[in-house]
């Protein structure tokens, strides 16, 4: 088992550029949640889905996008980077309220 | 919005001492969960509570949750370097586990 899985692990954009993170867990999970962590701040939810094809906003959803095309992936989007968007993100599965993290991204928007 | 309070932001212990890292919360928590993270690395689970009163060991880490489920505690016996890193609590504030608030973490360094 691979567990939660995250790509890429380090991300350098400049301002208004787009790009896409991907999630993958292949413990069938149906629950599975994007953080961004920044210092001093701890966790912040982003978007979280409950099942395939469904997608719900967290707490700091704005300036980006999901999709669970497929039970095992949980994409990430932003759509126009800002530099406020710098930061680690990870990804989560859960089973029976216990979260499973992914490694995490480090992004740098310039 | 529920927020959590962890106490203290970061701690310095020697080799060997005892350390206790506090999770507050101003309404019940449903569940709380405590993990680890490594500098740089993920988050890894380390003990789930949910029942007032209720305390769980792993090896030399020992988490309780008050009576009144708004507090917890984690302590750690004999510190070693291999616990440095930082800890977190997590809690559910919603029906199903699915929508979890985390503390900002206390940075532990454990001296040799």
């Known amino acids: 088992n691979a567990g939660v899985t995250q790509t890429p692990k380090f991300r350098v954009l400049k301002t208004g550029q787009s790009m896409t993170l991907l999630c993958a867990q292949d413990m069938n999970h149906e629950y599975m949640y994007w953080y961004r962590q920044d210092p001093g701040m701890g966790l912040r939810l982003i978007h979280y889905?409950?099942?395939?094809?469904?997608?719900a906003k967290g707490e700091v959803p704005d300036g980006y996008n999901v999709s669970r095309l497929k039970k095992q992936n949980f994409l990430l989007g932003l759509e126009s980077a800002a530099p406020s968007q710098t930061s680690v993100y990870f990804c989560a599965s859960s089973f029976g309220g216990t979260q499973y993290f992914g490694p995490g991204t480090r992004l740098t928007v310039l | 919005s529920q927020e959590l309070e962890q106490s203290p932001q970061s701690l310095i212990v020697q080799e060997g001492k005892n350390l206790t890292i506090n999770c507050t919360s101003s309404k019940t928590l449903y569940g709380l969960y405590w993990y680890k993270q490594k500098y740089g690395e993920g988050l890894i689970f380390l003990m789930m509570l949910q029942k007032g009163g209720e305390e769980k060991s792993h090896e030399k880490i020992t988490a309780k949750l008050d009576e009144k489920k708004q507090q917890s505690s984690l302590h750690i016996t004999a510190s070693q370097p291999s616990h440095a890193g930082i800890y977190l609590c997590?809690?559910?504030?919603?029906?199903?586990?699915?929508?979890?608030?985390f503390g900002a973490g206390t940075r532990l360094f454990v001296k040799a």
């Open positions: 997590g809690a559910d504030i919603g029906t199903g586990g699915f929508k979890t608030i």
């Open positions: 889905s409950v099942g395939e094809g469904t997608t």
